[in-house]
């Protein structure tokens, strides 16, 4: 039982690329999230993914798609990538968002760098 | 919208001794839940305790309790027998207990070193 999963673990972009950031549950959880963490902040909701076939804007979607591949995996898109995006990217999972107890396990982050 | 302020940017404990992270918060809603999470050197964001508002006692896990004050919006975490393993970055975290959305607003954290 690997939890969540994220790839890649680091990456270093030039200003305009574009990469997708992958991750995967294996617990059959309903609900994913994507959240970002710059220095000296907590993490921010970017997007996330109540159930299977949705999504909905968080605190911070600008620059960002992303896609729930179905259950296990959802995936965020950087289509060109900005300095202002250099950060670290954290997936979380949880059985039912909004469910009394929810508890969201993250996966291990990504670090990305934009050039 | 809701708010999380942690106001200790760091904290320092000897170990063995007790410390006490602080964290308020502001929201106009009566059912939430609140979080504490800590990120050791690795990144990984690992739940230390939890607190569902609605229930008055205190939540305990081992050496690891709260604080929880309704009225006052404040919820510390009180970490005893402090270990080297104990030092981290610890995230306060709040969540709406209503709707669909179960995202989680985060403090900017308390880096907590602990001292041999």
């Known amino acids: 039982n690997a939890g969540v999963t994220q790839t890649p673990k680091f990456q270093v972009l030039k200003t305009g690329q574009s990469m997708t950031l992958q991750c995967a549950q294996d617990m059959n959880h309903n609900s994913m999230y994507w959240y970002r963490q710059d220095p000296g902040m907590g993490l921010r909701l970017i997007y996330y993914?109540?159930?299977?076939?949705?999504?909905d804007k968080g605190e911070v979607p600008n620059g960002y798609n992303v896609s729930r591949l179905n259950k296990r995996e959802f995936s965020l898109r950087l289509e060109s990538a900005a300095p202002s995006q250099t950060s670290v990217y954290f997936c979380?999972?949880?059985?039912?968002?909004?469910?009394?107890?929810?508890?969201?396990?993250f996966g291990p982050g990504t670090r990305l760098t934009v050039l | 919208a809701q708010t999380v302020t942690q106001s200790q940017p760091e904290m320092s404990v000897q170990e063995a001794e007790t410390v006490t992270l602080s964290c308020t918060y502001d929201?106009?809603?009566?059912?939430?839940?609140l979080f504490w999470y800590k990120q050791p050197p690795s990144r990984q964001m690992i739940l230390v305790i939890r607190?569902?508002?609605?229930?008055?006692q205190n939540a305990t896990e081992n050496r690891f309790s709260v604080n929880f004050q309704k009225a006052a919006k404040s919820f510390s975490l009180k970490i005893s027998d402090s270990q080297l393993g104990d030092a981290a970055m610890y995230f306060c975290?709040?969540?709406?207990?209503?709707?669909?959305?179960?995202?989680?607003?985060f403090g900017k954290g308390t880096k907590l070193s602990v001292k041999p």
């Open positions: 975290a709040y969540r709406s207990g209503g709707g669909s959305q179960g995202n989680l607003i």
């Open positions: 979380a999972s949880s059985e039912l968002a909004g469910t009394l107890g929810d508890e969201q396990f």
């Open positions: 993914s109540a159930s299977e076939g949705t999504t």
């Open positions: 607190q569902e508002a609605y229930k008055q």
């Open positions: 929201t106009s809603e009566s059912d939430y839940y």
